[in-house]
């Protein structure tokens, strides 16, 4: 499904770069489905219907992530075992920087481009959830959309890519950006829980391995 504004071009990126300390081991690669945490989030953010995905990781992580095959994916490298995911971020913004302009020279046209970002750890969230959020921010280009569930703000998130050099000023986390610009914030309330739960820690992915279980053996209309 394509972005409905189509003054508006629509980039995500998955931060999926980290070295999984509390997991033990490296969560983007971990079985999930039909792929892997991160495979299955880059499937989810493709089917909403983005223009580009920059997903940000370890040369060592590559292959086994087991990513979408689409042209529409670009890998960006943060090889920094020190850095936090605002350091993936901005990684891939300058791959949505380069991959946008080369667009607009092509097109001779300008784009108001948006940035929906997702961790590679949240491998329940819908394309649904998505759409509704890019929905948002086509509405108004110059917000900054949050999903929410229950009060509680999570992800996606997605902000005016004009915002990148208030992003590359940030000291702490992403969730910082919001408080900068209170006045440009539109929450969208989503009833599905996913927005808010990540995978960290090896109960976190046995208890979702678990859901996933129950899930499949349920009858169609308890679904």
Known sequence: MSALNHDVSMWAIIPAAGLGRRM??????LPYGDSTLTGTVAGCILNAGVDGVAIVTRAALI???DLPDDARIQIALNEDTESDMIDSIRIGLTTIADATTTRKCNESMTLSVGVLVVPGDMPTLSAKTCR??????????????????GQRRGHPIVFPFA????VDQLTGGLNGLPRQHADRVHL????????????????????L?????RDKTLPEDAA
């Open 24 to 29: 033990g081991r490296a969560k983007q690669a």
């Open 63 to 65: 292959r086994d992530l």
């Open 132 to 149: 509704d959020c890019m929905q948002a921010f086509e509405a108004d280009p110059s917000r900054i959309v949050i999903a929410t569930h």
């Open 163 to 166: 915002l990148r050099s208030a």
């Open 188 to 207: 969208v309330e989503i009833s599905d829980p996913a927005v808010t739960q990540d995978v960290n820690t090896p109960e976190e992915y046995e208890d």
């Open 209 to 213: 391995l678990s859901q996933d279980s």
